[in-house]
């Protein structure tokens, strides 16, 4: 089914680990997006592309790296987790920077970071 | 700034009865759009309902409508005949068209269903 696929659905990070938390679409979406969701917090941006090798910074970037070298996958990279980065992480695509339309998001991201 | 307010925090309905969910927002934006998601248990964000402000007429998707009055900008979310299904988290959205291009998101409403 056409959509947005986020790996993997839950990850424990030791401090100071990195890694990745990937996100495809297939649906030709020009904008996608990375969001992370706290309690009483709401969901908050973190980094967004317009497009294939176009990124900007959202409200709380720091700690995060993304790239966009293609139009379906729009990776997430945690330098060197910390706990205050435990959270849902959410990636989320429209059909372009007019979205209007709405998002469509991926089942999200359990982080643990310990 | 734009904002997003949801005074609800949590609401209960019985199954069957109809409910509203509120939502405020601050703009001094004229073009713009309004969201409602439903986040269920799955954690899954999906689209439940979508309000263009130059459209007076209320957007509707079966059982769910909403009552948007742009002068006090407001964004109520109306769900009939409650299912057990509809128990989630509700987020109220707003996008304009303007530099923003962001969605700014509202801190939610838990919806629970009773039988």
């Known amino acids: 089914n056409a959509g947005v696929t986020q790996t993997p659905k839950f990850q424990v990070l030791k401090t100071g680990q990195s890694m990745t938390l990937q996100c495809a679409q297939d649906m030709n979406h020009e904008y996608m997006s990375w969001y992370r969701q706290d309690p009483g917090m709401g969901l908050r941006l973190i980094h967004y592309s317009v497009g294939a090798g176009i990124t900007d910074q959202g409200e709380v970037p720091n700690g995060y790296n993304v790239s966009r070298s293609t139009t379906e996958d729009f990776p997430l990279r945690l330098l060197s987790a910390a706990p205050s980065q435990t959270s849902v992480y959410f990636c989320a695509s429209s059909y372009s920077r007019v979205s209007n339309y709405g998002y469509t998001f991926g089942s999200g991201t359990r982080l643990t970071v310990v | 700034a734009q904002t997003v307010t949801q005074s609800q925090p949590e609401m209960s309905v019985q199954e069957a009865e109809t409910v509203t969910l509120s939502c405020t927002y601050d703009t001094s934006e004229s073009d713009y759009y309004l969201f409602w998601y439903k986040q269920p248990p799955s954690r899954q964000m999906i689209l439940v309902i979508r309000?263009?402000?130059?459209k007076q007429q209320n957007a509707t998707e079966n059982r769910f409508s909403v009552n948007f009055q742009k002068a006090a900008k407001s964004f109520s979310l109306k769900i009939s005949d409650s299912q057990l299904g509809d128990a989630a988290m509700y987020f109220c959205?707003?996008?304009?068209?303007?530099?923003?291009?962001?969605?700014?998101w509202g801190l939610g409403t838990s919806l629970a269903v009773n039988p």
């Open positions: 959205a707003y996008w304009d068209a303007g530099n923003n291009r962001k969605l700014i």
């Open positions: 309000q263009e402000a130059y």
